[in-house]
């Protein structure tokens, strides 16, 4: 489907409503309720987010230099937009789906590295794998997770991680300097982006799926209630993978149109709204941290040493390798 032309008036709208509504909680609310500016501001900064993905794909401008510029800010404070941009678009590779090592937004892990975490890290992991853990943890766990992806980057030579988090500092500083001359105190402006960082782990809790084909493992959330709103529709996430430049407010009518098809398509990957996902999985994991499709490495059995050149101790010879790299 190709992208429609000219500028798309109700993301600008969604736009105007974000700035709005962070500006109200920054100069606002805090007068009226600390508590609430907090809340207001994170609402704001999790749809500022669903707007730098509307960015990604090339809405609301034609020209990537607007789409930048308009999501510049750096409200969530933690996640460089340029570095979204290039993970979010490697993503987009649907053969790599859920892969640890070739999906950049993967939550499982290579079965032989998850062997060998420590104990209290695979309790940390087995709690963010509940829709409860991951809003409390997720921020936590995914912000240094994505630093530390970053940082491996960079030192096997790609050129562009330093560039992104270069940009990132005016982007943070600007968003630093408004705060510091509104009412709304720093640590108040950090729980509200904490926050919003959370409210956008609802909607990547369960995006995808380990499956044998690629086809099947995006979802699809039937909802039309506030969070798809916040999430700017993009809980028809198998719709807005299949067609990744059409605009987040043709989502539900496109989806609508051929709904056995989506759902032949991922083969019934489908809940009704985001009630269901919380009532099923607030508590429950829903997936198992090592990919279940990833073979368990073997258990390392020593073969039986041959006889060692003279001089050489037996315990030094080459054993069998361990399963999986990690």
């Known amino acids: ?10 993301t600008l709208m969604m736009f105007t409503a974000c700035y709005a509504a962070l500006g109200l909680a920054l100069f606002g609310l805090p007068q009226v309720s600390l508590a609430l500016a907090s809340v207001v501001a994170g609402v704001a900064i999790a749809l500022h987010a669903s707007l730098q993905h509307e960015a990604i ?26 570095r979204f941009r290039a993970t979010h678009l490697a993503h987009h590779r649907d053969a790599n789906l859920t892969d640890p090592y070739d999906d950049p937004e993967s939550h499982y892990l290579d079965p032989a590295r998850w062997q060998r ?27 240094i997770g994505f630093m530390l992806n970053d940082l491996r980057a960079h030192r096997a030579g790609a050129r562009d991680v330093a560039a992104g988090w270069l940009w990132h500092l005016p982007a943070v500083a600007v968003v630093l300097g408004v705060v510091w001359v509104s009412p709304m105190p720093l ?32 979802v699809i959330v039937e909802d039309a209630g506030p969070l798809a709103w916040l999430f700017l529709n993009n809980n028809y ?13 043709l989502l539900p009518g496109l989806y609508r149109s051929d709904r056995a098809r989506y759902l032949a ?22 997936d198992p941290v090592a990919h279940p499709l990833m073979a368990p490495p073997k258990a390392q059995v020593r073969p039986a040493q041959p006889d060692a050149p003279a001089g050489q101790d037996p315990a030094s010879a080459p054993s069998q390798p361990e399963g999986l790299p990690a």
């Open 57 to 82: 794909h090339g809405n609301p401008f034609a020209r990537a230099w607007a789409n930048d510029l308009a999501v510049f800010p750096a409200l969530t404070l933690v996640v460089p937009y340029a």
């Open 237 to 249: 996430h198998v719709v807005h993978h299949m067609h990744p430049t059409v605009p987040w407010h």
């Open 1 to 10: 489907m190709q992208r429609p032309a000219g500028p798309r008036f109700p």
């Open 117 to 143: 975490l420590p104990g209290p890290m695979r309790a940390l992991l087995l709690a963010n794998n509940t829709l409860l853990g991951r809003i409390t943890l997720g921020p936590v766990i995914g912000t």
């Open 187 to 218: 640590w108040a402006y950090l729980a509200a982006a904490y926050l919003g960082l959370g409210i956008l782990k609802i909607r990547t809790f369960l995006e995808h799926r380990a499956h044998q084909a690629a086809r099947a493992r995006t």
């Open 265 to 286: 398509m991922n083969e019934g990957y489908v809940y009704r709204s985001y009630g269901q996902v919380f009532a099923r999985y607030f508590l429950t994991r829903k």
